[in-house]
C-alpha cells in the first residue's frame, strides 16, 4: 500500500504542488487585503447613515463566505474531481496499466492505495489553506470567530470530496485521459455557472437543487449556525457511494 500511494504521489506531483500554490494564494491575498476592504465598507456605511446591511460585508467571517469561498470550492473542486476521474484512465490511457495490473498487488488494493493518495492530497491543500486564512485574520485583528471561519472552510472542502466520489466513479469506464479530464471541468464547470445563473433571479433557483455548489450555505456557517448534519451526510454519502462504484467498477472491468 504504501509503495503504491508514492507512486501515485510521485505521477501527481507537479500537479499538487501547482495546485497547492493556486489555491493557498488565491486565499492568502484576498484574506490579505480584507482589512482594508472591510474598513471602507465599515466607513461607507457610517456615512450614508444605513443601519440595516449585511453581515457579510462588515466581518472577516461573512466575508471569508463569499467569493474567498466561492474560489476555494471552486479550485479544489476542479484538482479533487481531476486526480480522482485520471486515477484509472491515465494508466490505461498512457499503456501503464499492463505493467501495473500484473504487479503481485490486488486490483483493490491498488484502488484503495491511489483513493488514499488523492484524499491526503485534498487534505493538505485544504489544511494549509485554512490555516492561511486563520492566521492572516488572526495578525489583522478581524478574526472574531475562528471556528466559524473553520466550518466555512470545511464546508468546502466536504463539496470537494463529493466531487471527488463522482470523478472516481467514473474513473473505470473512461479510456481517454484528456477526455476524462475535459468531462471532469465540465461537470464542476456546469455546475458552477448554473450556481451564479439561479443567484440571478427567484425563479432560477431550481437550477440550484441538484448542484453541489449550493449543499451548503456559506454564509448561514459564517453566522455561527454550523454545518447542516443533512449536508455533511449528503458530501460524505456521495464520496463513498463514488468511491464503492469506482472500486466496483475496477474490480469487474477487463483492465
Known amino acids: 500500500m504504501n509503495k503504491m500511494m508514492r507512486y501515485e504521489f510521485n505521477q501527481n506531483k507537479r500537479s499538487f504542488w501547482i495546485a497547492l500554490l493556486v489555491v493557498v494564494l488565491l486565499q492568502a491575498i484576498p484574506a490579505a487585503a480584507s ?10 456605511m457610517q456615512e450614508e447613515q444605513l443601519e440595516n446591511y449585511s453581515e457579510g460585508l462588515s466581518t472577516f467571517e461573512g466575508w471569508v463566505s463569499g467569493q474567498p469561498f ?3 470550492l471552486l479550485l479544489l473542486g476542479f484538482f479533487s474531481m481531476s ?7 491515465k494508466e490505461r490511457d498512457r499503456h501503464t496499466s499492463e505493467f501495473l495490473f500484473t504487479l503481485p498487488y ?14 491526503c ?20 485583528g478581524m478574526l472574531n470567530a475562528p471556528w466559524a471561519v473553520t466550518n466555512v472552510m470545511l464546508a468546502g472542502l466536504l463539496t470537494s470530496l463529493a466531487f471527488m466520489g463522482i470523478g472516481l466513479a467514473l474513473s473505470p469506464w473512461l479510456s481517454s485521459e484528456r477526455g476524462a479530464l475535459s468531462i471532469g471541468i465540465g461537470i464542476v464547470s456546469i455546475m458552477f455557472l448554473l450556481h451564479i ?9 431550481w437550477m440550484g437543487k441538484a448542484n453541489l455548489f449550493h449543499l451548503f450555505d456559506a454564509a448561514a456557517i459564517s453566522r455561527g449556525e454550523g454545518l447542516p448534519v443533512a449536508s455533511v ?17 475496477i474490480v469487474q472491468r477487463d483492465m
Open 35 to 44: 482589512q482594508s476592504y472591510l474598513e471602507s465598507v465599515k466607513k461607507k
Open 70 to 72: 466561492t474560489f476555494f
Open 83 to 89: 486526480w480522482a476521474i485520471g486515477s484509472i484512465v
Open 106 to 119: 490486488s486490483r483493490t488494493s491498488i484502488y484503495w492505495a491511489k483513493w488514499l493518495a488523492h484524499f
Open 121 to 140: 492530497q485534498v487534505m493538505v491543500i485544504a489544511i494549509v489553506s485554512i490555516g492561511i486564512v486563520l492566521l492572516i485574520g488572526r495578525f489583522n
Open 197 to 205: 445563473i439561479a443567484g440571478l433571479n427567484d425563479s432560477l433557483m
Open 233 to 249: 451526510i449528503g458530501a460524505l454519502g456521495l464520496l463513498a457511494a463514488g468511491s464503492c462504484a469506482g472500486w466496483a467498477g
